[in-house]
């Protein structure tokens, strides 16, 4: 596993609770592909790449946004709760003491990433 630190400083920044969530989504992201790297953009918010974005981690006033990047990766166990009908991308919003389901979690980021390294959602939709 790849990890940058500047992810590191952006999560120690946040409040206790929401650290602890990203570092577990993090976590995942990179249980999902060893391959998964880790940058910043937009000058302070981690992105996690793979032949293109997967996902980025935001903490706001009082939850943290998982911001997906890919509009037709299947969610079965309903995880995405913001961003339906968004057509580039939708978000996970996760406030402090909601559980996160892992395995689903882990399942939607091995989708993006295999969307990713088949030529991207783009090119699959259409």
């Given at each position: ?19 602890e969530i990203c570092r ?14 880790e940058t910043i953009k ?30 037709i990766a299947p969610d ?51």
């Amino acid at each position: 596993m790849s990890e940058d630190s500047r992810v590191d400083d952006y999560i120690d920044g946040l409040p206790h609770w929401q650290a602890e969530i990203c570092r577990r989504v993090r976590r995942i992201g990179h249980e999902a592909d060893a391959e998964l790297e880790e940058t910043i953009k937009r000058r302070i918010y981690p992105y996690f790449v793979l032949e293109g974005n997967v996902f980025a981690l935001m903490g706001t006033k009082d939850h943290v946004n998982v911001f997906l990047y890919d509009p037709i990766a299947p969610d079965p166990k309903g995880i995405i709760n913001r961003g339906h009908e968004n057509k580039t991308g939708r978000q996970i919003e996760i406030f402090e003491g909601d559980e996160i389901d892992g395995d689903a979690l882990r399942d939607l980021f091995k989708a993006i990433i295999a969307n990713n390294r088949a030529g991207g959602w783009r090119k699959l939709q259409g």
